[in-house]
Each structure stands twice: as structure tokens, then as C-alpha cells.
């Protein structure tokens, strides 16, 4: 170029190389952004405030309520009851939000949707429903309808025309979900994204799905229960470790604000076999029995069952009475201990439950009704101290409980520990709370 096109000189054009950050050679030049950048003191943070949905088990799981904007996966086995839930929230934010909220459906007809919603009595002026398999059609709906909450069941069922791939697969997946994560952010619109499993309980798709939305829940549930659990995985707007408890029916579902009376069997008589430990699920303590039964002397293996329990802590459990304590022979005979309720209990302070629970089913001694155990059992027959003693014990304590054996350092004298109303003992072994636990059954 001979002339300069903006002052008109002949040749003052220069040649000159252009320095800056490169993407695949290419040079990247900066741009006026939509929205300059202001001190945070100055922006307001109401629009993030999270509304409640109407389900109190739910709001608890996700800090308080769905966070407009927000998009939120929740991934659960086939039949757990995702659909239910999210039609009842669905229900419940067009009744009490103001503002319409919309269901679509990738899997179900609308017709099939109604069903339920009649059988559930979730029947709302300002709950929307369309069944639709392409993500065109679904942003067409979000024109029309505007809603304040959209609920897509389920995210592998939708598919774009712009990208390569079956429905489901990877590359559509993703692109899907960053299409409507955009949107969400955009028009201030909360969304649940209901995700597939695959068979060993994982989030099916690519893993960068859980990184692009802002919170993972896990649906739990056996099929042969009617308890049902939201399990927070990934929360940027709250604990990340909080458990919403629910209950299935034939009307649909139901949050449980109060579930330890599940996990308990109440006797007219103590019945050996049988003893009481607070497990944590997130934040929550929950009441739990364990039960143990000990079978007939058999030759050669005997067999190990286990329900809702960890097989391998048993077995550990197994392997330290037989050999701390005495008048118990287990290495022969067949040994079956299962939790009440269909909750399953992993974590190491049932250690000392699950030991009295097989010693009082091996000597047919029934431990005291009013008495729950909490504590790790190590190998060599030591209990172990585990965290939040306070909140187990207040939470046995509210239900009744007047007698807790716990870990050395967990007593009434540590700071914070053991309820007015309950007599809370140390038990630094497993022989020692045997002892103390005859002592209280001969009370």
C-alpha cells in the first residue's frame, strides 16, 4: 500500500511485526469486553441468593435452594425415582417461585408425564411440559415459556444438529450441556440436567460434564427399600457433603426430615444379636441398628454375609474377638450381620457396634435397649477415637438413649460431649466394652 488511507501521505505505511499471545501460530488481538470489569464491593450479590424449591430435604442438600442461573446434575440408577422428584420440585417452584417452570422430557411422552403428575397430585396452571429430543426445539421452548426453572430428563437423550455424533455419546453430550449451561448463565434461568449412570454408579459421559455445571447430586436408593438418598458430590453454592433423605410411595415422594426411626426395630424384650450406633451421612447423624447372627459350627469355610455393611471391616471385626477376647469361637462357625432399613453403613465408628452386636449374638447375651456404641476398632482390640462424638451423641440422646460407649477422649470431660440426660463411657478395647455392656444389661 503506497498511500495511507487514513491521512493521506504517500508511503508512510512501515512494515512491522506484531508481538502478543498466540493460539495455533496465530497472534490473538484484544476486544472491548461486553461488561468492563468493576470492584467487587460495587456489585450486588441478590441475584445469586438461592430460592427454595418447596422440598425441605432438597434445599438442605443444595445450601438453601436452587440458585438462579444455576445448573445442576443429578445422576441416579434406572427406576431410583429422579423423575418423581423433579416433577414434585417442578410442581412446587411453579406454585410458590412465581414464575412458570418447565419440564421436558427426552425419554417420556407428555401424556406419560400426566400420568404421573395426576397420580402424584402435582397438577399446576404454571407447570409446562414438551417432549423433545433436539436442543433447537428445547431452546424454542425457553422462548415461549420464559420459565424461572427448567428441568431436561435426561441430557443424553438430547442431541444438536451441529455436532457429530449419536445421542449420548460424548462430543453431543458436551455440547449440549455447555449449550445450556450458557443459556442458563445468560437468562438467569435455573436448570436440572438429569444424568445417566453407568454400571459401576458413575456419571455416565465425559468427565468434563461434572466440571461444567455447578452442582452434582447422586440419587441413591435400593429397590427393595423405600428410602431414598440425595447425596451431594460438587456444590459451589454450599456443603459439598450434605445427605437429603426421602421416602418412596405409592403416591410419589416425600422428604424425611427426621429418618433414624427407619433404622431402628423397637423390642418388647432385648433380644441378643442386636446393638445401636450414630452413623454419619454428610453432616448428618443418623441412628442406625446393626444386627448380627451367628450360624452353626461348619467344616471347612464358613461363610461371611453381609448387608449394608462393609464385608471387609467384618471380617477385621471377626478376626479381633477371636483373638482379644475370650469364651468367643467364630473361626468356624458362619457369621451374618445386616443394618435395619436399607441404609448402608461403611464408615469405621460401626466397628465397635458391629463387635458388640456379634459377641451378644455368640454368648445370647441381649445388650440394654437404651444403649448405643461409636468407635473404631483397631487390630490389636484398641477403640479409636472418630469425628463428630457431639452431634452422635446429641442426636442418640433425642431419641431416647441414655447409655453410649465411646472411644477414650470422647467422654463428658472432653469439651462439648455427652448430653445432660446420657451417662457416656470410655472404653479404651474391645474386651472393656464387652464388660461394660454386660454391666448395663444386668442393670
Same mark, same amino acid.
Given at each position: 500500500?503506497?498511500?495511507c488511507p487514513?491521512?493521506?501521505?504517500w508511503?508512510?505505511?512501515v512494515e512491522?511485526?506484531?508481538?502478543?499471545?498466540t493460539?495455533?501460530?496465530?497472534?490473538?488481538?484484544?476486544?472491548?469486553?461486553?461488561?468492563p470489569?468493576?470492584?467487587i464491593a460495587?456489585?450486588?450479590?441478590?441475584?445469586?441468593?438461592?430460592?427454595?424449591?418447596?422440598?425441605g430435604e432438597l434445599?438442605?442438600?443444595?445450601?438453601?435452594g436452587?440458585?438462579p442461573g444455576?445448573?445442576v446434575?443429578?445422576?441416579?440408577?434406572?427406576?431410583?425415582g429422579?423423575?418423581?422428584l423433579?416433577?414434585d420440585?417442578?410442581?412446587?417452584?411453579?406454585?410458590g417461585?412465581?414464575?412458570?417452570?418447565?419440564?421436558?422430557s427426552?425419554?417420556?411422552s407428555?401424556s406419560?408425564?400426566r400420568?404421573?403428575?395426576?397420580?402424584?397430585?402435582?397438577?399446576?396452571?404454571?407447570?409446562?411440559?414438551?417432549?423433545e429430543s433436539?436442543l433447537?426445539?428445547?431452546?424454542?421452548?425457553l422462548?415461549?415459556?420464559?420459565?424461572?426453572?427448567?428441568?431436561?430428563?435426561?441430557?443424553?437423550?438430547?442431541?444438536?444438529?451441529?455436532?457429530?455424533g449419536v445421542p449420548?455419546?460424548?462430543?453431543?453430550?458436551?455440547?449440549?450441556?455447555?449449550a445450556?449451561?450458557?443459556?442458563?448463565?445468560?437468562?438467569?434461568v435455573?436448570?436440572?440436567l438429569?444424568?445417566h449412570?453407568?454400571?459401576d454408579?458413575q456419571?455416565a459421559?465425559?468427565?468434563?460434564?461434572e466440571?461444567?455445571?455447578d452442582?452434582v447430586?447422586?440419587f441413591?436408593?435400593?429397590?427393595?427399600?423405600?428410602l431414598?438418598m440425595?447425596?451431594?458430590?460438587?456444590n $459451589?453454592? +454450599? =456443603?459439598?457433603?450434605?445427605?437429603?433423605?426421602?421416602e418412596?410411595?405409592e &403416591?410419589?415422594i416425600?422428604? #424425611?426430615a427426621? !429418618?433414624?426411626g427407619?433404622f431402628?426395630t423397637r423390642?418388647?424384650?432385648?433380644?441378643?444379636g442386636?446393638?445401636v450406633?450414630?452413623?454419619m451421612?454428610?453432616r448428618?447423624?443418623?441412628?442406625?441398628?446393626v444386627?448380627?447372627?451367628?450360624?452353626a459350627t461348619?467344616?471347612?469355610s464358613?461363610?461371611?454375609?453381609v448387608?449394608?455393611?462393609?464385608s471387609?471391616r467384618?471380617a477385621?471385626?471377626?478376626?479381633v474377638?477371636q483373638r482379644?477376647?475370650?469364651r468367643l469361637?467364630l473361626?468356624?462357625?458362619?457369621?451374618?450381620?445386616?443394618?435395619?432399613?436399607?441404609?448402608?453403613?461403611?464408615?469405621p465408628?460401626?466397628?465397635?457396634?458391629?463387635?458388640?452386636?456379634?459377641?451378644s449374638?455368640?454368648?445370647n447375651?441381649?445388650i440394654?435397649?437404651?444403649?448405643v456404641?461409636?468407635?473404631?476398632?483397631?487390630?490389636?482390640?484398641e477403640?479409636? $477415637?472418630? +469425628? =463428630?462424638?457431639?452431634r452422635?451423641?446429641?442426636?442418640a440422646a433425642?431419641? &431416647?438413649?441414655?447409655?453410649? #460407649?465411646?472411644p !477414650?477422649?470422647?467422654?463428658?470431660?472432653?469439651a462439648?460431649?455427652?448430653p445432660?440426660q446420657?451417662r457416656?463411657?470410655?472404653?479404651?478395647?474391645?474386651r472393656?466394652?464387652l464388660q461394660?455392656?454386660?454391666?448395663?444389661?444386668a442393670?
Amino acid at each position: 500500500m503506497g498511500r495511507c488511507p487514513e491521512c493521506g501521505e504517500w508511503g508512510s505505511v512501515v512494515e512491522c511485526t506484531i508481538t502478543g499471545p498466540t493460539v495455533s501460530g496465530r497472534v490473538v488481538s484484544s476486544r472491548m469486553p461486553a461488561e468492563p470489569a468493576r470492584p467487587i464491593a460495587t456489585i450486588s450479590a441478590a441475584p445469586a441468593r438461592a430460592r427454595p424449591t418447596g422440598v425441605g430435604e432438597l434445599d438442605r442438600v443444595l445450601g438453601g435452594g436452587l440458585v438462579p442461573g444455576a445448573v445442576v446434575l443429578l445422576a441416579g440408577e434406572p427406576g431410583v425415582g429422579k423423575s418423581t422428584l423433579l416433577l414434585d420440585v417442578a410442581q412446587q417452584w411453579a406454585a410458590g417461585a412465581g414464575s412458570p417452570s418447565l419440564v421436558v422430557s427426552g425419554e417420556e411422552s407428555v401424556s406419560q408425564v400426566r400420568l404421573r403428575a395426576e397420580r402424584m397430585g402435582t397438577l399446576h396452571d404454571q407447570l409446562f411440559l414438551a417432549a423433545e429430543s433436539d436442543l433447537a426445539a428445547v431452546l424454542g421452548h425457553l422462548d415461549a415459556v420464559k420459565p424461572g426453572l427448567l428441568v431436561l430428563d435426561s441430557v443424553q437423550t438430547i442431541s444438536t444438529t451441529g455436532t457429530e455424533g449419536v445421542p449420548g455419546g460424548v462430543t453431543q453430550v458436551r455440547a449440549v450441556t455447555a449449550a445450556l449451561v450458557a443459556v442458563a448463565k445468560e437468562r438467569g434461568v435455573a436448570t436440572v440436567l438429569v444424568g445417566h449412570v453407568t454400571k459401576d454408579g458413575q456419571v455416565a459421559g465425559p468427565r468434563v460434564l461434572e466440571h461444567l455445571v455447578d452442582v452434582v447430586l447422586h440419587f441413591e436408593g435400593d429397590k427393595h427399600s423405600s428410602l431414598r438418598m440425595v447425596r451431594g458430590v460438587k456444590n $459451589r453454592f +454450599g =456443603a459439598a457433603d450434605e445427605v437429603g433423605c426421602f421416602e418412596m410411595h405409592e &403416591g410419589g415422594i416425600s422428604s #424425611l426430615a427426621d !429418618p433414624s426411626g427407619l433404622f431402628l426395630t423397637r423390642y418388647s424384650e432385648p433380644v441378643p444379636g442386636t446393638c445401636v450406633t450414630v452413623a454419619m451421612e454428610g453432616r448428618r447423624a443418623l441412628l442406625t441398628e446393626v444386627q448380627a447372627l451367628i450360624g452353626a459350627t461348619v467344616a471347612g469355610s464358613p461363610r461371611r454375609t453381609v448387608s449394608g455393611l462393609d464385608s471387609a471391616r467384618l471380617a477385621m471385626v471377626l478376626a479381633v474377638l477371636q483373638r482379644r477376647t475370650e469364651r468367643l469361637t467364630l473361626h468356624d462357625r458362619e457369621v451374618f450381620a445386616a443394618t435395619v432399613g436399607g441404609i448402608r453403613v461403611v464408615e469405621p465408628a460401626a466397628d465397635l457396634a458391629v463387635a458388640l452386636a456379634v459377641a451378644s449374638g455368640g454368648l445370647n447375651l441381649a445388650i440394654a435397649p437404651h444403649l448405643v456404641a461409636i468407635g473404631e476398632v483397631g487390630l490389636t482390640g484398641e477403640v479409636r $477415637r472418630v +469425628g =463428630a462424638v457431639p452431634r452422635r451423641l446429641a442426636e442418640a440422646a433425642r431419641l &431416647g438413649f441414655r447409655l453410649a #460407649l465411646v472411644p !477414650p477422649g470422647c467422654g463428658p470431660t472432653s469439651a462439648g460431649a455427652g448430653p445432660e440426660q446420657m451417662r457416656v463411657i470410655e472404653v479404651t478395647d474391645v474386651r472393656s466394652a464387652l464388660q461394660a455392656a454386660a454391666r448395663a444389661s444386668a442393670e
